[in-house]
């Protein structure tokens, strides 16, 4: 499960169209519009009349929070003030908890003048999900935690024995909001939620309205929850645009059955990773920090789901010409691990490195590259072998491992010589 956090645009939206099904009364539209770099504001304008016809609140929408602290909120605006802040903001640089990144992409909403602000979040953790409900929401919300109401429920138990009205506290609400609770309980289960806050909401003539909202989904639900999704997408955090070889890896995934992930950390990095499986790359990565070079570790990603040949070609290629374009006197280490293979064929994916290693021949021995593998699974044996070849006929050293070796002992033997 890889938890990716969602635009409040998106998380309005879903809320909006299908909370209904399990609260019937709930009636918040969902009236949002997302702005970016590229939106055509007369055409925002057509598609959204009511922007034209209420008070409006303006706020980026790019993963951070907070946005009232930093004076990014427009509230109480006009459709002409929404304009000037934005021709104001758009593509503004600001730092935000110590990271630095550009304003692109603003959330416009009708204004909701209100009194009271109630907070309510839920988290899922190994043993169940976790509801948080307070009276008392907002920016407070943390300085009045002890006020919070927790009430976690397990893997195996079900919302239906939560029984969320006895722990809620005294009100002519409480009816109205232990309903409410238990239906968002049912719409975060059922679109693949591993996180939804929705701090503030409050209550407008008897009708519940989300004021703020941040959340996050479990990727991995993509397959039974994408037609109720529809088009969201997963931006990236703030301050982290995509470089051209990330972006390039992305797209080949698409387009495969297969997983191929590439995230740079450090391009001038000693330590390169090559792993197979997103498990392996989780151990790797941590074997590697363990040992003291966290500094040094240039990538993370995995390449996964039996790529074919064509494809761990590009991929391979990718991180040796990223490796490759700077030297260090105390030369490089590339490091293709992974556990032993379910399916994948280790033969055929070694035949894509294999392409690309002797394509980066030169490069290699002018970077004073070692490379070190270890791996197992279905044709391993014709795998480590075309490997072992490879070394004495490209002149670069190569040592080959296979399971009889415990999956990350190659990585002390490469950072340590241990």
């Known amino acids: 499960m890889a938890q990716r956090g969602i635009r409040e645009f998106d998380a309005k939206r879903l809320l909006a169209r299908f909370l209904p099904e399990y609260l019937e009364d709930f009636d918040y539209r969902g009236e949002v519009a997302l702005i970016g770099p590229e939106t055509d504001l007369d055409r925002t304008v057509s598609e959204n009349p009511w922007i034209l016809e209420k008070r409006l609140v303006v706020k980026p929408d790019q993963l951070f929070g907070k946005r009232g602290v930093h004076g990014l909120v427009l509230l109480n605006a006009s459709w002409d003030d929404v304009r000037e802040y934005l021709s104001k903001n758009m593509k503004r640089e600001v730092t935000i908890g110590g990271v630095r990144g550009v304003l692109d992409h603003f959330l416009v909403e009708p204004y909701v003048p209100h009194e009271n602000e109630l907070y309510v979040a839920i988290s899922s953790d190994r043993d169940g999900d976790t509801i948080y409900f307070s009276t008392q929401g907002g920016v407070c919300v943390e300085e009045n935690w002890d006020k919070v109401i927790q009430m976690h429920v397990g893997i195996l138990d079900g919302i239906d024995a939560a029984d969320i009205r006895s722990k809620l506290p005294a009100s002519p609400d409480a009816e109205r909001m232990a309903r409410f609770i238990e239906a968002l309980f049912r719409f ?61 890896i992305k797209e080949i995934d698409a387009k495969t059955g297969a997983s191929l992930k590439l995230t740079i950390l450090n391009p001038k990095g000693r330590v390169w990773t090559m792993v197979a499986g997103g498990g392996a790359s989780v151990i790797y990565t941590d074997t590697i920090c363990d040992l003291g070079f966290a500094g040094e570790l240039a990538n993370y990603g995995e390449y996964s789901g039996d790529p074919s040949t064509e494809d761990t070609y590009h991929y391979t290629k990718t991180i040796l010409d990223l490796m490759t374009r700077e030297k260090d006197p105390r030369g490089k280490v590339l490091l293709i691990g992974g556990a032993i293979a379910n399916f994948t064929d280790v033969a055929s994916t070694f035949k894509g490195v294999v392409m690309a290693l002797r394509e980066y021949r030169d490069r290699l021995r002018e970077n004073n590259v070692k490379i070190y593998v270890r791996r197992g699974g279905p044709n391993y044996e014709e795998g480590l072998r075309m490997m072992r070849e490879l070394g004495s006929e490209l002149g670069i050293p190569i040592e080959v491992y296979g399971p009889e070796t415990h999956m990350t002992r190659i990585v002390p033997l490469a950072l340590k010589g241990e």
């Open 188 to 248: 975060y289960v059922d679109l693949g939620f591993t996180y939804l806050e929705i701090n503030p909401f409050t209550l407008v003539n008897g009708k519940i309205i989300p004021l703020d909202m941040v959340a996050k989904l479990d990727d991995a639900e993509e397959f039974w929850c994408r037609k109720r999704w529809g088009d969201l997408v997963f931006p990236e955090p703030f301050g982290r645009s995509l470089t051209p070889e990330e972006l390039f």
